[in-house]
């Protein structure tokens, strides 16, 4: 083979593996393109399923929002519903407050008698408590704050003890028997027991639940039917009376009606109106009825003192005197004299 054909196969080799080498890049270059497309098509899914997740977070985070807040108005709406009678508190805490609270007075009666039947005391009591600090006032009497009492007086709430409040959860001393602040709920309670000794079913409570009711209004309850509450051959009760401190007996019997009370004032949901016990509810409805006779016997009073120019029976002047106990004593008016 001569010189020149030994350079043409060498160059007609050098450009077949040229031609190879460009065939290579070029089915490379293809096959970047169909991967860089296919990449770009993934990234642009990718972006749109980030965008309706981000519009499905959004939308439930504003759904939670705003069933958090329909929730919290429904709340709102109930409590208000709940303490749409709620009265003024003003003035010492133990204050009777007849004239406004009489209402109240007469359903605890009622509900007091389903429990004496019962026996329940401490059940009534600690109830008591709790309508009366969570669903009475539009402020509570004495509010729980880092576990510690604070009574409302004079616009102002002032701290306290649990102790200082109740006495000591487990006995109260000899020592300090007269000192627990609550002791002065004995204004609210005479005037409790007093109502329920006017109802038919008094003589149907249990000794037991009689003595405690005596107890919680100390020495208040000499001025009622059933007068103080005397252990064999002891004193009456009164916790002002220092011989009665010596009385083991007056001491468990004070402990057990403080602690009653100290459980109605801590828990509110005692007294919820929308979880109320069958005794309760029994109770609720005679009230409910009572009131509307007490109502009616007050109307007629009134509408036949007007008529006869408040010439009275003498028992229709009983009548009058007979619902004082009630709260519902009728507002006579003053007599004008005509020509």
């Avoid at 807040?69 to 009265?87: F, P, Q």
């Avoid at 002032?158 to 001393?173: P, Y």
Wanted: overall charge neutral.
């Amino acid at each position: 083979m001569s010189q020149d054909e030994e350079k043409n196969a060498e160059a007609g080799e050098e450009e077949t593996w040229v031609d190879r080498d460009r065939d290579v890049i070029v089915r490379l270059s293809e096959r970047f393109e169909v991967f860089t497309a296919q990449v770009i098509k993934k990234m642009d899914e990718l972006l749109s399923m980030r965008d309706m997740v981000e519009k499905l977070l959004r939308r439930q985070t504003n759904k939670r929002s705003n069933d958090a807040e329909r929730k919290r108005k429904e709340r709102c709406g109930i409590a208000n519903h709940k303490m749409s009678g709620a009265l003024e508190l003003a003035g010492n805490i133990f204050d009777t407050k007849m004239a406004v609270m009489h209402k109240k007075y007469i359903l605890w009666a009622h509900v007091g008698i389903q429990f004496g039947i019962m026996g329940s005391y401490n059940k009534f009591l600690a109830w008591l408590c709790s309508d009366w600090n969570h669903w009475t006032f539009d402020k509570k009497p004495i509010t729980r704050v880092s576990n510690r009492p604070h009574l409302f007086s004079r616009g102002v709430r002032n701290e306290a003890t649990w102790t200082d409040v109740f006495g000591r959860e487990t006995g109260i001393r000899e020592s300090t028997f007269f000192e627990p602040m609550f002791w002065e709920f004995q204004h609210i309670m005479v005037k409790l027991v007093k109502m329920m000794e006017e109802m038919p079913d008094w003589a149907n409570v249990h000794d037991s639940f009689r003595a405690h009711l005596q107890v919680a209004c100390s020495g208040l309850a000499d001025t009622t039917a059933s007068g103080m509450y005397k252990f064999q051959d002891k004193a009456p009760f009164d916790h002002l009376e220092q011989d009665c401190s010596k009385v083991p007996q007056y001491r468990i019997m004070a402990t057990r009606v403080m602690q009653s009370f100290r459980a109605g004032v801590s828990k509110k949901s005692m007294a919820d109106p929308d979880n109320d016990l069958e005794l309760v509810r029994m109770g609720r409805a005679r009230a409910a009825e009572h009131l509307g006779q007490l109502q009616n016997q007050a109307s007629k009073l009134m509408f036949l003192w007007n008529l006869r120019k408040g010439a009275l029976k003498q028992e229709e002047q009983q009548e009058v005197d007979a619902l004082d106990v009630w709260g519902f004593t009728p507002r006579f008016p003053p007599l004008v004299k005509t020509l």
